[in-house]
């Protein structure tokens, strides 16, 4: 370590030596849904509430799905995570696009679409959370192209926000979605697709 930077240390040290000490934080905020509460209809409300389009599906039900939405947009390009299961995106006429090797902004600009999994969803807030996995990709690939398709199971839905904390990994390179992307700060005037895609479709995947 060198002389100035020790100095500047331990002046630091030197200023905080009276600082008062740090009180307990109060933690008495619900950890946990009440009994009966419905997550899976709560979250299918409030991600409603956003203007993304959800549509309930079973297991089987992904591909039709996908392929109603991929017709209704004439998407024929879309982008795939190398964990995204191969049977979601199985449509004649659809290009399946790799992001090994990883895609350039302007190469995604020309993508259709995304197709992915998530890490988590909260009922609570109607927010989807992507954390990089397999199935999700790298963040620029759910940033650039214009429509996000997002696959939510059932058993992915917690309650809150403080549950969602406990459930993810800090150390992963989180994506909170609440809805397509949306900004009000220009002359409180809403304009979509300026941090991110114009149009969610949540696929949420029920066990019936």
């Known amino acids: 370590m060198s002389e100035a930077r020790h100095a500047i240390l331990a002046a630091l040290r030197a200023s ?10 109060p933690r008495r905020y619900r950890r946990a849904a009440p009994e009966g509460t419905d997550v899976v209809g709560r979250f299918a409300e409030r991600v409603a509430d956003y203007r993304a389009d959800v549509r309930t599906v079973t297991e089987d039900g992904i591909p039709s799905a996908v392929w109603s939405i991929l017709a209704s ?5 879309v982008v795939v995570p190398d964990g995204v299961p191969h049977d979601w995106l ?19 600009d020309a993508i259709d679409a995304v197709l992915t ?13 992507l954390d990089g996995g397999p199935d ?4 620029a690939l759910t940033l650039v192209p214009d429509h996000h398709l997002c696959v939510v199971r059932a058993d992915q839905i917690v309650d809150d926000v403080p549950a969602a904390i406990a459930a993810l990994d800090p150390r992963r390179p989180l ?4 809805g397509p992307s949306a900004t009000s700060d220009i ?7 300026v941090h991110g895609p114009r149009h969610l479709y949540v696929l949420l995947v029920t066990h019936d």
């Not at 905080?16 to 934080?25: H, I, Y």
């Not at 947009?73 to 390009?77: F, M, S, V």
């Not at 449509?91 to 902004?105: H, N």
């Open 136 to 139: 999700q990709g790298r963040r």
């Open 16 to 25: 905080l030596a009276d600082r008062p000490p740090v009180p307990d934080v």
């Open 175 to 178: 994506t909170w979605i609440s």
């Open 90 to 108: 199985v449509s004649d006429g659809v290009e399946r696009v790799s992001d090994s090797p990883p895609l350039s902004s302007g190469d995604l």
């Open 117 to 129: 999994g998530c890490a988590i969803a909260i009922a609570e807030t109607g927010t989807i959370v």
């Open 187 to 193: 002359e409180l005037r809403r304009v979509e697709g």
């Open 73 to 77: 947009i004439r998407g024929r390009r």
